[in-house]
């Protein structure tokens, strides 16, 4: 007589398991959501020295300087500070491709008399977000 081969259906259900302790993966970014590229690593690929970066508000209107970028936001060193939260408008090259973008600043630190501000993106353009994307991807090293 032939064995009957095993189905999913004599599997037990799962309904009412539970486990008695907490998972949370650990992230290997700290509380980081994004991978961030500083500058020191952009440079290269963009064959500039430095990006210069127009932050403009209602009341302000300054350039700095990027420390890093991630898809999601960036660093940027200003002569000024701005206050957490503040809506703003940035602007800069990444090689040839200009973005602008709507930000909030999401937090700031003084160091040596400037303020490094980070600025998380406001509905960035999808063509802007892709390009960042593809700033990341050189990053990967070949194989």
């Known amino acids: 007589m032939a064995e009957k081969k095993p189905s999913w259906d004599d599997i037990p259900s799962l309904e009412g398991f539970e486990v008695d302790w907490d998972y949370e993966p650990k992230n290997p970014m700290g ?11 952009l440079y290269p690929v963009l064959n500039v020295n430095t990006i210069p970066v127009k932050v403009a508000a209602n009341d302000f209107e300054e350039k700095g300087y990027m420390e890093d970028l991630t898809p999601a936001g960036m660093a940027v060193t200003l002569p000024s500070m701005l206050a957490e939260g503040k809506p703003v408008m940035v602007g800069f090259f990444l090689g040839e491709q200009k973005i602008v973008s709507k930000a909030i600043v999401k937090n700031v630190r003084e160091v040596e008399g400037k303020y490094i501000t980070g600025f998380v993106f406001e509905n960035l353009n999808e063509d802007y977000a892709n390009f960042i994307a593809g ?8 194989f």
């Open 135 to 142: 700033l990341f991807a050189s990053k990967i090293p070949d």
């Open 31 to 41: 509380k980081r959501a994004h991978i961030r590229m500083k500058d020191t690593e």
